[in-house]
């Protein structure tokens, strides 16, 4: 944090205020929910500020302007490194696989036109109501631990698969080929090219199947469909039946020999019951059925511990200074104080034998910290 704060990528030709007060202010911000530009403008001038470790007041416009020509790169990289210390650190745990959830999604919804990022929202007839951003996202997941860390937004014209394929590529070649064993993708990015590319990063794939790919997605219902399950595990008090095979026929464009795939019946407590297919090259001499489904099952992180979280509290919905790179910063910071705020309360603070605070237990605590107290005037 220290040697990212020191040179965050400040674009600016004649700074009034260093970087580092702006960048911090900005990550602290998101830790306390408190993301608006106007919001952290009244922190600053308040008497929070010095508890804040903030040396200098400023406003939203300081925050706009400078959001605008900050380095996206810089932050990617103090983001990455972070995720490598953590695995270094063993703040992954020990379970030996590690995964990247790689996922789309949009956010900063707006009625005007406003940058290059903004695609437009049409009914059925093709009239436009407002705009939309869209950005995909990649996270560690699997290890008890969902820590987001890079985005690549994509232009209209551009799409959601090919933004993933930038993304997966920066992203494993930042923290390492080693750090991850396999990514985990919803259907979209169920095609040869991002396939491909993964194999070429040195991870394995683990993708949903569906009828995107109909010819196979056939032929494993058609399998499948008359066998009892191959296994029944229980998961969490819930019974999964899974069904497992690993000698399906590759589509054409496939450079697989053959292809693996999985059906799960998920039971669950309130009686309704999940299926899905998904598909992998991974050998089962290395993954059980059993480990198969919790890699599976990993996608959710990034969609609840990821974009729900950061949508719901830490403002990634909100749109503070409407222009492409403050975006895309925005998104950027936000999800790197998911990240420092998780490692922080969940693993430096978790020491002893006490119960680890819940997130909003532990903005509360930091919250009551901020001002100091004032003497009871007895007038």
């Known amino acids: 944090m220290q040697s990212y704060l020191r040179a965050p990528g400040d674009g600016r030709v004649k700074p009034q205020l260093p970087a ?53 790169a810089v932050t990617r990289q103090a983001a990455a490194a ?39 929202v049409r009914d059925s007839e093709g009239v436009t109501h407002g705009y939309l951003h869209h950005f995909v996202a ?14 690549e937004p994509y232009e209209p014209g551009d799409s959601e698969y090919g933004a993933g394929q930038r993304l997966l590529t920066r992203a494993v070649t930042a923290v390492g080929a080693r750090f991850a ?29 569906k009828g995107n790919l109909p010819q196979l997605f056939a032929a494993a219902q058609a399998r499948f469909a008359d066998q009892p399950p191959h296994q029944v595990i229980e998961e969490h008090g819930e019974r999964v039946e899974l069904w497992d095979a690993d000698d399906f026929d590759p589509w054409e464009t496939l450079r697989w020999p053959t292809v693996r795939v999985l059906r799960y019946r998920q039971h ?11 598909l992998t090259d991974l050998p089962r001499a290395r993954v059980s059925s059993r480990t198969l489904y919790r890699f599976a099952k990993s996608r959710w992180e ?51 034998t006490h119960v680890p605070l819940t997130a909003i237990e532990f903005v509360r605590a930091l919250r009551l910290t901020l001002c100091p107290p004032r003497p009871l005037d007895s007038s």
């Open 138 to 151: 990649i996270s560690v997941v699997g290890v008890g631990l969902t820590l987001p860390f890079d985005v």
């Open 268 to 278: 669950k407590r309130d009686g309704t019951v999940v299926e899905a297919y998904w």
């Open 181 to 209: 064993d396999y990514v985990v993708v919803d259907g979209e990015f169920a095609t040869a090219p991002f396939l491909h590319c993964a194999g070429e990063l040195g991870l394995r794939v683990v993708a949903r199947l």
């Open 302 to 352: 990034i969609e609840n511990e990821g974009f729900n979280d950061a949508k719901t509290r830490h403002g990634l919905e909100h749109i503070s200074h409407h222009h492409a790179n403050s975006l895309l910063i925005g998104w950027l910071l936000t999800l790197f104080a998911l990240t420092l705020e998780r490692l922080y309360r969940l693993r430096y603070l978790h020491r002893g």
């Open 82 to 120: 972070t995720i490598r210390r953590a695995k270094r650190n063993k703040a992954l745990g020990q379970r030996g696989w590690i995964g990247l959830a790689v996922d789309g999604t949009g956010a900063g919804r707006c009625a005007k036109h406003g940058c290059g990022l903004c695609h437009p």
């Open 20 to 72: 580092s007060i702006l960048v911090w202010a900005l990550l602290v911000g998101h830790v306390l929910r408190e993301w608006t530009f106007h919001g952290l403008e009244a922190l600053v001038r308040s008497p929070a500020r010095r508890a804040l470790r903030v040396p200098r007041r400023f406003g939203d416009d300081t925050l706009a302007y400078f959001t605008e020509r900050l380095d996206p």
